[in-house]
């Protein structure tokens, strides 16, 4: 088992090479995996597997990265829900799991710190994401399990589904109503995410890519790229440019780290990026896969959060925070946080 403690860099790929957690020790903003953005990350517990990989969008963080050697542990039915990420990332909330917390706030992380992995299973499953029961999470997981072994294979999704023992259940109907995806949805959801990598990270041709994706067709494979990305795989290769640093991403960044309590108008942002607001809008949409009012609301409930956990009053913080009254911060929060910021305040123990 190997355990490192660093500042990683501002949207520097890092490559997973075995199965791993991140601890997020502290900062805050947002992390990319596998192409997707993910927000508010302050004392999580994220679980990655081969072949996936992190960017910090931030320069702020410091993370504990534990690799963990023992690769039989995770052929375990129970374990597999941590690493095999379906619709969202593998995580645990340390601030909801006591246990998890206590674990890994050890100040030396000796060799049996892989049963962190059972402990964060079992808040995996108290969590119950799918609000499926444990024999149903098996299918899922099973059907996952295919698809990241068969995705190249020109399968269709009833080809998919012949090969998983479904004891007694309906996959195809079971995955539909648990998850809110169909099979052939997170088959193609699959591919895609291998080309993205292959274009992202390689220097193969698109018509050698398609071709190990089980695409027939490079043409049809670049109409399904674009019609999913709203790029070409061309265009998408010179954006994404993982081998230079992000000038653009880091620069919006500390904007809104700096203004955020202060600023809330896309006028602002555009003005000091020297761009239109359309341009501005657009760009972090390709760049961020997000909207700009979406990061400037994230960096306010991620700055209130902050605040709760130290302390501070509702009154406060929403004068703080530039609302004309609490009750306004209060809806604001509520309405982008799912709980109420009193509730939110109760429910965390003390850091």
């Avoid at 302050?42 to 969008?57: H, P, R, S, V």
């Avoid at 052929?75 to 995580?91: E, M």
């Avoid at 700009?292 to 302390?311: D, P, W």
Wanted: with cysteine.
């Amino acid at each position: 088992m190997n355990v490192e403690k660093f500042s990683p860099e501002i949207n520097k790929v890092y490559f997973i090479e075995s199965h791993t957690l991140i601890h997020i020790l502290s900062g805050k903003g947002s992390i990319q995996v596998d192409f997707e953005n993910y927000f508010d990350w302050q004392e999580k517990a994220i679980f990655l597997e081969k072949g996936q990989y992190i960017k910090f969008l931030s320069d702020n963080f410091i993370v504990r990265k534990i690799e963990f050697s023992n690769e039989t542990k995770f052929y375990s039915d129970n374990v597999r829900v941590l690493f095999k990420h379906l619709i969202s990332l593998g995580y645990i909330d340390l601030m909801e799991c006591e246990e998890c917390y206590e674990f890994l706030s050890k100040s030396v992380i000796t060799e049996d710190s892989s049963n962190i992995i059972d402990v964060s299973s079992k808040q995996w499953y108290w969590q119950n994401p799918f609000k499926a029961n444990k024999e149903e999470y098996q299918i899922i997981f099973d059907t996952k399990d295919i698809i990241d072994t068969e995705y190249a294979h020109h399968l269709t999704s009833a080809d998919l589904v012949s090969l998983i023992n479904d004891r007694g259940y309906n996959a195809q109907t079971l995955i539909k109503d648990k998850i809110g995806m169909s099979v052939k949805h997170l088959l193609s959801a699959k591919r895609l995410k291998e080309g993205k990598k292959e274009i992202a990270f390689t220097d193969k041709n698109i018509q050698e890519i398609s071709y190990d994706l089980g695409f027939k067709d490079d043409a049809y494979f670049n109409r399904v790229f674009k019609n999913s990305t709203g790029q070409t795989p061309k265009q998408f290769r010179e954006n994404f440019d993982y081998k230079n640093k992000d000038l653009f991403t880091q620069n919006i960044i500390e904007l809104l780290q700096e203004y955020h309590t202060k600023e809330r108008s896309l006028e602002f942002y555009a003005n000091k990026m020297n761009t239109s607001i359309k341009t501005l809008s657009e760009k972090v949409q390709l760049k961020m896969n997000t909207s700009l009012g979406k990061l400037i609301r994230l960096e306010l409930i991620n700055t209130a959060k902050l605040m709760l956990i130290e302390g501070e009053s509702i009154t406060s913080i929403s004068s703080r925070l530039g609302f004309e009254e609490p009750n306004h911060f209060s809806r604001f929060f509520k309405h982008y946080s799912g709980v109420t910021p009193s509730d939110f305040k109760s429910k965390k123990y003390t850091l």
